[in-house]
């Protein structure tokens, strides 16, 4: 089965947090339309701080869980105790794993996602990033399970993301900040579930491209 | 708007640095967390500790709350962002003086969050901790789902309540029963006449059209429930009484304690225009105000409005209210 190594995969990891800084106004912009707008910034402090102190070389859970520290220990929010969650769990089931291939790789999403429901209430279509999150996590099972390739999967898992991501357009907040708004909430995306989108992605575009 | 700053990112640090200064006879920072803010003569030995904690940018709460018979440790978030369960734990920590700590704040999904992980590390540390939850802010749910409220300037009377209790020497469920009718006998509104920005931001990320209101506003610059047209004082102050009033069946004779806060932006005498007409109001229908207090008690950055909390009062809430308090905030 093909896979990647663990070591030296920390550094996916500084690639997500790239993407989350690169995004950072974008994400405060749909924040704002339905929360206080800070979505971005809060993000891109955490993911940048958290990239500022990768050494390089670590594996893929020892990144995670400095990025899940300094989520929990430094951000706060929402965000910082939902996501802190989701990598602490995602890199306890990675620790040890010389090689991420599939299953590992399934493993490790479906610990993220029980992490974050551990912390969290929301159920998809609450518009939040469970809207991602969960879409995502089943579709890369389904694969793996149908016997699709790792790339495949991963392919898989992006698009049923970003579907779960504009699904959000359609929904009304159901918890959280812009829960209050009722009806007002709709038609805008949801930034949680747009972050999530973003770090699923990348995720798995930096897999796929060390995959050889 | 032109904005005293420096880098936006220090704005906090930088808030509670000259806040910890500025009123070193009441608070001190905790040696091990900087976003931690504790009363200068906590941890009392024997006595329940009350924690609480909020996002920045609603100076003088949360910070402001600390102090003798009030708040013990305040946890210190980002600007509109809850604090980390780190600093919930080390808050709690600071507090306990062996009672157990009551943990009073407000319901939002973050705190809710953060507070949950921190009780936990508390449980881990032998720390006996309970929670009181505000949801004072009307607009934000029907009355039948109360427990999705918001918590709003209520949150101070709470504080106050609970406060008190604790510097009688009342048990951990004591305290918090009282926190709790505390919270429960509080109704809030608020009024958004102007948004407010985000430093980090930089713009708006709502407005408020000339001539129009946001009634049910939060604190967060969350809109409203409600546009409206602007109208003049009085009629928002009937407005504001309306709404709290009609959410709590009060019978006639009942004492109250009236809030009015500004938001940020509004002149103080605005809110003494406001109050005029609020306690004619009240006394309209048949409630005496026992105190009053306006000024910005709980503000949102620079955010244009007010809010407007009753609590109604007991014998026990009455008296707890009038318990002499040492604090920045009141």
């Known amino acids: 089965m093909t896979g990647i ?49 990768l050494r390089g070389g670590e594996t893929l859970d020892a990144a995670m869980q400095v990025l899940s520290d300094v989520l929990m220990s430094e951000i706060g929010g929402s965000m910082g105790p939902l996501y ?84 959000t357009i359609d929904l009304v907040a159901r918890i959280g900040r812009s829960s209050r708004l009722g009806e007002r909430s709709r038609g805008v995306l949801d930034a ?18 060390r995959l050889v | 708007m032109q904005r005293f700053l420096n880098n936006p990112d220090d704005i906090v640090d930088e808030t509670v640095a000259g806040f910890v200064k500025a009123h ?16 200068r003569n906590a941890p009392v030995k ?41 600093s919930f734990i080390d808050a709690i ?17 973050g705190d809710n969050m953060n507070v949950k992980m921190a009780r936990r590390m508390a449980a881990k540390d032998g720390i006996e901790v309970a929670t009181v939850v505000a949801n004072d802010d009307v607009c934000s749910a029907p009355l039948d789902e109360r427990a999705k409220r918001r918590g709003v300037a209520g949150e101070i009377f709470m504080w106050k309540i609970g406060g ?18 505390a919270i429960d006998a509080c109704r809030s509104v608020g009024v958004g006449l102007g948004p407010c920005t985000l430093p980090a931001v930089g713009h708006p990320n709502f407005l408020i059209e000339p001539g129009k209101m946001e009634i049910g506003i939060g604190h967060h610059g969350e809109p409203g ?73 709980f503000t949102s950055l620079e955010m244009v409005g007010a809010t407007v909390t009753v609590l109604a009062l007991d014998d026990e809430l009455k008296r707890l209210l009038d318990v002499e308090t040492a604090c920045a905030g009141f």
Do not use: W
């Open chain 2, 164 to 181: 008190a209790k604790a510097a009688e020497g009342a048990s951990l469920s004591e305290v918090v029963a009282s926190a709790q009718r």
């Open chain 2, 46 to 86: 024997g006595k329940v500790g009350i924690v609480t904690g909020g996002g920045s940018g609603h100076e003088p709460a949360f910070i402001g709350y600390a102090g003798r018979n009030m708040v013990d440790a305040v946890a210190v978030g980002e600007l509109f962002s809850s604090p980390t369960a780190k």
């Open chain 1, 5 to 53: 190594a663990n070591e030296g995969a920390g550094a996916i990891i500084g690639e997500v947090a790239a993407v989350i800084v690169a995004n950072k106004a974008y994400l405060s912009e749909i924040d704002g339309k339905i929360g206080d707008g800070d979505h971005g910034v809060n993000m891109a402090k955490g993911f940048g701080r958290a990239a500022e102190r």
């Open chain 2, 225 to 297: 429930t409600r546009l409206e047209d602007l109208k003049t004082a009085n009629e928002v102050a009937d407005d504001m009484v309306r709404i709290v009033l009609d959410d709590h069946d009060l019978p006639a004779g009942t004492e109250v304690a009236v809030l009015v806060s500004g938001l940020g932006a509004t002149p103080v005498n605005e809110l003494y225009v406001l109050y005029d007409r609020i306690e004619g109001q009240i006394a309209a229908r048949g409630l005496s105000v026992h105190r009053a207090y306006v000024g910005n008690y």
């Open chain 2, 24 to 39: 070193r006879d009441l608070v001190k920072l905790d040696p091990s967390n900087p976003r931690v803010v504790v009363a």
């Open chain 1, 84 to 167: 802190g969650m989701m990598f602490s769990d995602m890199a306890d089931a990675l620790a040890g794993k010389a090689v991420i291939d599939p299953a590992a790789f399934a493993l490790m999403l479906r610990a993220g996602l029980d992490g974050v429901q551990e912390v969290g209430e929301a159920q998809v279509g609450d518009k939040t990033l469970m809207d991602s999150l969960v879409p995502a996590v089943a579709a890369f099972e389904a694969a793996v399970a149908a016997g699709a390739g790792f790339g495949s999967a991963l392919d898989r898992m992006k698009a049923a993301a970003a579907a779960g991501r504009d699904s």
């Open chain 1, 192 to 209: 949680g579930a747009t972050s999530c989108c973003m770090i699923l992605t990348a995720l798995a575009d930096g897999v796929a491209k």
């Open chain 2, 93 to 109: 920590k600071a507090a306990d003086g062996g009672a157990g700590v009551a943990v009073l704040y407000g319901n939002y999904a």
